[in-house]
């Protein structure tokens, strides 16, 4: 499959594709909290920058 996604065909297997594997990962519970994303990016550019957030936290 191409990679650039220009025919229209290839751009939905694609698509159908990746939100079949993003929702594999949510049921999974490989997911990361909005609360732990906003807290790592905020301690961005600060003296104690947090790890980045993995999944399960």
């Known amino acids: 499959m191409k990679t650039d996604h220009t025919d229209r065909n290839d751009w939905e297997t694609w698509k159908d594709e990746a939100t079949r594997q993003s929702l ?4 999974a ?7 732990a994303m906003k807290a ?3 301690s961005l550019g600060t003296d104690n920058p947090l790890p980045l ?3 399960g936290q």
């Open 24 to 27: 594999a990962q949510v049921e």
């Open 29 to 35: 519970g490989l997911v990361i909290s909005a609360g």
């Open 40 to 42: 790592w990016a905020a």
């Open 53 to 55: 957030p993995q999944p």
